[in-house]
């Protein structure tokens, strides 16, 4: 499985930004996806995961309420929409696949696309 993030950019506090993943796997519906993040000095942190059915949704306590994630099964793309965005949510995001279920642990997800940088001004 391929995938293939975009959507980051520069952005001022308080404002928006849509990320989307396209995936390149043929059965896209039986893979999982998660957002994750990583600030500069952090580590890797959990943000949101959708499953292959989109009936079950995660997200970190930090962008409960203002982030959401959705999933297109007809364009093999997962979105993470990101609305009041702190300054605190600048970070490079990657998203990630798995078949089965959802994870909260990047250590349970095999399929990384490269990360879209977010960077929120004060």
């Known amino acids: 499985v391929q995938l293939q993030a975009c959507g980051g950019g520069l952005v001022q506090a308080g404002g928006f930004l849509r990320l989307s993943c396209a995936a390149s796997a043929r059965t896209f519906s039986t893979y999982s996806m998660g957002w994750f993040r990583q600030a500069p000095g952090k580590e890797r942190e959990f943000v949101s995961a959708?499953?292959?059915?989109?009936?079950?949704?995660n997200y970190a306590e930090s962008v409960r309420g203002r982030f959401t994630i959705s999933r297109d099964d007809a364009k093999n793309t997962v979105i993470l929409q990101m609305n009041s965005l702190k300054p605190e949510d600048t970070a490079a995001y990657y998203c990630?696949?798995?078949?089965?279920?959802?994870?909260?642990?990047?250590?349970?997800?095999?399929?990384w696309g490269q990360g879209t940088l977010v960077t929120v001004s004060s």
């Open positions: 990630a696949a798995r078949e089965g279920g959802t994870r909260l642990s990047s250590y349970e997800y095999g399929y």
């Open positions: 959708i499953s292959g059915n989109g009936r079950v949704s």
